[in-house]
């Protein structure tokens, strides 16, 4: 598969506690996003990153910060003023700044709360 | 704004009968719609997209403007297209739009 990846498969929260989940592209795609994953609610875009060093908010954004500081790597922290962060986030990748053109996914996190 | 809706969340057939997963958007301009899908233990991954006018492992998508619906068809369901499909939408003019927008998702099974 390669191509887009995300560590760890599995992540465990405490309360109060900062996590980062990572995303990491050899795809050469200038655009990266970060969604979350809820049974019944589809897909929400929490952050989007069209270019190095440039990010802007989705819409769900309240609780999560991101930073592009290579074009290969998108890495997500969840605050802990994100009150509810029980998900499975995706991250995804598109070739064409600008415009979405078509999305390649890596295989997911699951984030758990203790 | 712009918003997706697919108004089911379970589809369920028999092997070799007639699928259709309904999707219709909201958009001002001219859009762009896709349909992706997750197959179980695997990756998301697009399906089709509407300005290719292609047919990928059976399934086609009519872009109807005037219904403002993309929706995914296939004559004769098989067992290995249950799955979770997701209708998305973006813009069509660059830079006006970064984002894909997506449906909430409906699951088809198919029964043998």
């Known amino acids: 598969d390669g191509g887009i990846t995300q560590s760890p498969k599995y992540l465990f929260r405490k309360e109060g506690q900062n996590v980062t989940l990572s995303c990491e592209q050899n795809?050469?795609?200038?655009?990266m996003y970060w969604y979350r994953q809820d049974p019944g609610q589809g897909l929400r875009l929490i952050y989007y990153?069209?270019?190095?060093?440039?990010?802007q908010k989705g819409d769900i954004a309240e609780g999560y910060s991101v930073s592009r500081e290579k074009k290969e790597s998108f890495p997500l922290t969840v605050t802990s003023a994100q009150k509810n962060p029980t998900a499975f986030y995706l991250c995804?990748?598109?070739?064409?700044?600008?415009?979405?053109?078509?999305?390649?996914f890596g295989p997911g996190t699951r984030l758990l709360v203790l | 704004a712009q918003r997706v809706t697919q108004p089911e969340k379970l589809l369920s057939v028999f092997k070799g009968a007639p699928v259709e997963l309904k999707c219709n958007y909201s958009?001002?301009?001219?859009?762009?719609l896709f349909w992706y899908v997750q197959y179980s233990r695997q990756r998301l991954q697009l399906l089709l997209r509407?300005?290719s006018r292609e047919s990928i492992k059976g399934f086609t998508a009519d872009l109807n403007k005037g219904e403002t619906s993309f929706h995914l068809k296939k004559p004769f369901a098989q067992e290995e297209d249950s799955a979770m499909y997701y209708c998305?939408?973006?813009?069509?003019?660059?830079?006006?739009?970064?984002?894909?927008?997506f449906g909430k998702g409906i699951t088809l099974s198919v029964r043998p």
């Open positions: 795809l050469n795609h200038d655009a």
């Open positions: 509407h300005i």
């Open positions: 995804a990748s598109s070739m064409e700044r600008g415009r979405v053109g078509t999305q390649y």
């Open positions: 958009y001002s301009g001219s859009p762009e």
């Open positions: 998305a939408l973006s813009g069509r003019r660059t830079g006006a739009n970064s984002k894909l927008t």
């Open positions: 990153s069209q270019i190095v060093n440039d990010f």
